[in-house]
């Protein structure tokens, strides 16, 4: 069965500095697609950047890159030059194997991060 | 991306009764998901709206409690029924278009049962 893991539940970083966030899966099919969300506290759910599993390169979107390590089955997120809006919380989440529109996503636990003026 | 939009934004609602949240996209898209995020956890899934046939739930949630409509390729509903305190949470739908790999959320409906 897919897993995911984020063995961060808060995190305290000061402005200006970059942050990593972990996040670890856990699956035997060769294709999925990784994904980070960040929610603020108002509760909804943002997308931040997508990893296919056949991508060669990293993903980026802005301040947000994935570090995708497949072999050790890690997408962590990476926020260069954090801003006191970042403080939100983060959620890795894996979409399950295949490519049909149906396949679920499923969540890790998330990360609050909270960066510090 | 897409547009998702969901009411009631937010309720306070008393024990046995029961809310239907709406939710309606801003263009068709093959796919609608329900979550469920109950206070200081992450997103459960708790069923998947198919167009035109029944949605399919995930083990723990079933249809008597989580009815769920989908007439068309732009609008689903979920029935929260009989409704106890345990179901306080915040509830979020997801759209994923055919042929686009991202899955977008609405802005949820944070509910409360009293």
């Known amino acids: 069965a897919q897993k995911i893991t984020q063995t961060q539940p808060g995190m305290f970083v000061q402005e200006k500095e970059a942050v990593t966030l972990d996040c670890t899966y856990d699956t035997s099919d060769p294709s999925y697609g990784l994904f980070w969300y960040k929610q603020p506290s108002s509760g909804e759910m943002i997308f931040l950047i997508y990893q296919g599993s056949y991508d060669q390169q990293n993903a980026t979107e802005g301040r947000y890159s994935l570090n995708f390590q497949k072999a050790r089955k890690s997408a962590n997120l990476v926020i260069s030059a954090s801003q006191l809006g970042d403080s939100a919380m983060y959620f890795c989440?894996?979409?399950?194997?295949?490519?049909?529109?149906?396949?679920?996503?499923?969540f890790g636990s998330g990360t609050r991060l909270s960066i510090r003026p | 991306s897409a547009v998702i939009s969901q009411k009631p934004s937010r309720d306070i609602c008393q024990r046995g009764t029961s809310l239907t949240i709406q939710c309606q996209v801003d263009?068709?898209?093959?796919?609608m998901f329900w979550y469920r995020q109950q206070p200081g956890q992450s997103l459960t899934l708790i069923a998947t709206a198919n167009q035109g046939s029944e949605a399919t739930y995930e083990s723990g949630f079933v249809i008597d409690k989580f009815p769920i409509s989908r007439p068309n390729l732009t609008f689903s509903t979920l029935t929260v029924s009989n409704m106890s305190p345990e179901d306080s949470s915040i509830y979020l739908c997801s759209v994923r278009r055919r042929a686009e790999e991202t899955q977008y959320f609405g802005p949820g409906t944070r509910l409360l049962v009293l």
């Open positions: 989440a894996m979409r399950e194997p295949g490519y049909s529109s149906a396949s679920k996503i499923i």
């Open positions: 263009s068709q898209v093959t796919m």
